[in-house]
């Protein structure tokens, strides 16, 4: 199937600013699994987390794409589009 995001020219390949979630580090809540904004480099929790903040994220500031950060997966997201593509 063929990739048809319209936003990955938007991926600048940033470096996490946390190594963690950066608003449940700031609540003292904890997360599931991380998500690596690709526009800005925020790390957000994922929507199995209470506070879903890589999604709430995308909506504050309509950053499109994120990449898991756990270790040994290489996909990525795009909220925009619904579209998930490999990031290996």
């Not at 690596?36 to 309509?62: E, I, Y």
Request: hydrophobic share 25%; net charge negative; proline share 3%.
């Amino acid at each position: 199937m063929a990739i048809t995001c319209r936003h990955r020219d938007q991926d600048t390949h940033p470096s996490p600013r946390n190594n963690g979630c950066e608003e449940c580090l700031k609540s003292g809540d904890t997360w599931v699994h991380l998500r690596l904004c690709l526009v800005c480099g925020h790390v957000g929790c994922c929507d199995s987390s209470r506070n879903k903040h890589a999604t709430q994220h995308f909506h504050d500031t309509q950053h499109p794409l994120v990449r898991s950060l756990e270790r040994g997966e290489h996909w990525a997201w795009c909220y925009a589009d619904e579209e998930f593509f490999d990031e290996a």
